[in-house]
């Protein structure tokens, strides 16, 4: 029988803001906007708590933290969360959005050598569109995917799963999973990719990645190709 690891890398899953995208605190500059419309903190404690766990749960599906963030009043997060979209959308209309360095050379190289490629967020289909628009990027990767029915986000597995099946790669052996949060490590670990893949240029550090169980710390997505090659 066959070793599965020694199959070729056929699939790289890519999460957005933070690994191939720039987040220079447009996270954060909308989670206290989402707060103000929303009224979700009551005191400067409270929104420090909030921008706590907003930095800890980084790369999840936003609308499922501003669940918890509103204990259960769901009206109050679908406000917040309406608010940290337009927000997030706005800043980006207005120019504030770039690509990591090396993210597109890499993901053109990628495909071009026939690997598919998947682009991951935590955020809604229209904050994602709004990024990719802002950057040209509509036909850069094979796939895009977000949260959505039938497609929990982070740290589950649908995202890769989903993307695999979208591409029919082979197996999960075949996938690297990469991403810059604790969230993006443990959903590829849950799916089972040959490597799940943590960087260093966005939300969470080297010790937080390692925790998550990552296998392979990069200190950007423009060093993912010496990995690939070696994978394969």
């Given at each position: 029988?066959?070793?599965?690891?020694s199959q070729p890398i056929s699939l790289v899953v890519f999460d957005m803001a933070g690994t191939t995208v720039e987040d220079s605190g447009l996270v954060q500059q909308s989670f206290l906007a989402a707060d103000s419309h929303a009224g979700l903190s009551k005191t400067d404690a409270d929104r420090e708590e909030m921008l706590r766990y907003v930095s800890d749960t980084m790369g999840q599906s936003k609308i499922v933290v501003f669940r918890h963030l509103a204990r259960g009043n769901e009206e109050q997060a679908q406000a917040a969360n309406?608010?940290?979209?337009?927000?997030?959308?706005?800043?980006?209309?207005?120019?504030?959005?770039?690509?990591?360095?090396?993210?597109?050379?890499?993901?053109?190289?990628?495909?071009?050598?026939?690997?598919?490629?998947?682009?991951?967020?935590?955020?809604?289909?229209?904050?994602?569109?709004?990024?990719?628009?802002?950057?040209?990027?509509?036909n850069l990767a094979d796939v895009v995917l977000c949260p959505e029915p039938g497609v929990r986000g982070r740290p589950y597995p649908d995202m890769p799963l989903t993307a695999l099946m979208r591409t029919e790669t082979d197996s999960v052996s075949s996938m690297i999973v990469l991403g810059d949060t604790s969230s993006?490590?443990?959903?590829?670990?849950?799916?089972?990719?040959?490597?799940?893949?943590?960087?260093?240029?966005?939300?969470?550090?080297?010790?937080?990645?390692?925790?998550?169980?990552?296998t392979h710390i990069l200190g950007s997505v423009a060093e993912l190709p010496t990995l690939v090659a070696t994978l394969s």
């Open positions: 029988m066959s070793n599965t690891t309406k608010e940290f979209e337009r927000c997030y959308a706005q800043l980006v209309a207005e120019g504030n959005c770039s690509p990591i360095p090396g993210a597109e050379e890499v993901i053109t190289s990628l495909r071009s050598r026939g690997i598919k490629t998947a682009l991951t967020t935590g955020f809604a289909r229209e904050t994602q569109s709004a990024i990719i628009d802002a950057l040209g990027w509509q993006d490590v443990i959903s590829g670990l849950r799916a089972g990719a040959r490597a799940s893949v943590g960087v260093l240029t966005g939300a969470h550090d080297t010790a937080q990645l390692s925790a998550a169980g990552a």
